[in-house]
């Protein structure tokens, strides 16, 4: 196969930004970008475990913050870079939104409600 052809693969914005925004990598492996999304996902669950673990502080949670806010960013820019085809781009969407919701609905009651974790 010619390496110059290739598969215009759909690329939605609204469905990758919220995807990424899980913070699971979703929206890198919607547009089929692995590394990316094993990297990413490696870095959160990093940032998280020390939340977690040693630096429960302001400073550390607004970096998780930014973080977020970065890989969220980066699939919406990747994802802007061509027009996606609307009979994917529902499923795309469903999928992205239905992760991200149970996530961040999960972080935030860790946020608002900590329980004491067994030392």
């Not at 940032?47 to 919406?76: K, M, N, P, T, Y």
């Not at 990747?78 to 009979?87: V, Y």
Request: contains cysteine; proline residues 4%; glycine residues 6%.
């Amino acid at each position: 196969m010619d390496r110059t052809m290739q598969v215009d693969r759909p690329r939605d914005p609204l469905a990758v930004a919220p995807g990424n925004a899980s913070m699971l990598g979703i929206g890198y492996l919607l547009l089929r970008q692995r590394y990316l999304a094993i990297t990413t996902t490696a870095i959160t669950f990093g940032l998280v475990a020390l939340l977690a673990c040693f630096a429960r502080d302001l400073w550390f949670e607004v970096i998780v913050l930014l973080w977020w806010v970065a890989v969220s960013a980066h699939g919406w820019i990747l994802a802007s870079g061509r027009k996606s085809r609307q009979d994917r781009a529902w499923k795309q969407r469903l999928i992205a939104l239905a992760v991200t919701d149970a996530d961040v609905r999960a972080a935030f009651d860790w946020l608002i409600n900590p329980r004491e974790t067994p030392r």
